[in-house]
């Protein structure tokens, strides 16, 4: 787990967050920021973008990099989870994720998602926080090697590098990995990389 400050992003997304709507219909939210993070530091750590595949009878286990990006995003709903994909994640922007989730949110409130929007992922993003979770322990889905969370966005006092105290908005993100495909060496750098790239974003950007 790290801890992120997000105060910058949250800005952004404030900034944005209206004429976003007007736009597009749907709510800008903190997730589509987390999964271009997200996206950028799968390019960094393309083992985390991998899965496992045990020994059969005419090979033995292997570890296989994706050549996709495709973001499973789960979504609880009253009766259950879903985890529908964002295909080729890489290639979007921020506002191609924005309204790319909003779609498959918006389908899975419906109970419309298909077999396609829920299948092909090749690591997921959770959006704990929106319960109000500030930690937790994600289970990874088969055939991925990592799942990573957003959770509460919260307001604290923090000391900056400048030893000067400031509110700020922070969230904690939790990443849980399978040990076969990847150790903690190379997890635990993709996460300080999620983390370097959510604190570089905003307030000011192009979405």
């Avoid at 990389?193 to 979405?207: S, T």
Wanted: hydrophobic share 45%; proline share 4%.
């Amino acid at each position: 787990m790290v801890e992120i400050d997000v105060s910058d992003v949250w800005s952004w997304r404030v900034r944005e967050k209206d004429r976003f709507e007007r736009e597009t219909g749907y709510k800008l939210t903190l997730l589509p920021f987390f999964i271009r993070a997200v996206v950028q530091s799968l390019a960094a750590f393309p083992l985390m973008n991998a899965r496992f595949a045990p020994a059969s009878e005419s090979s033995p286990p292997s570890i296989y990099v994706n050549d996709q990006v495709n973001i499973g995003v789960a979504i609880g709903l009253p009766t259950n989870l879903v985890v529908p994909v964002i295909k080729h994640a890489d290639k979007l922007s921020v506002k191609g994720l924005a309204v790319a989730a909003g779609e498959l949110i918006d389908k899975a409130r419906k109970g419309k998602l298909g077999v396609d929007d829920l299948a092909g992922g090749t690591f997921t993003v959770n959006n704990n926080g929106a319960n109000g979770s500030w930690a937790s322990a994600p289970i990874i889905n088969a055939g991925q090697a990592g799942i990573v969370t957003m959770e509460a966005v919260v307001k604290k006092l923090v000391v900056r590098d400048d030893d000067t105290l400031a509110i700020r908005r922070m969230m904690n993100s939790c990443l849980s990995l399978d040990h076969r495909v990847v150790d903690g060496y190379v997890a635990s750098g993709f996460l300080a990389d999620l983390k370097r790239r959510l604190e570089a974003m905003g307030p000011q950007g192009e979405l």
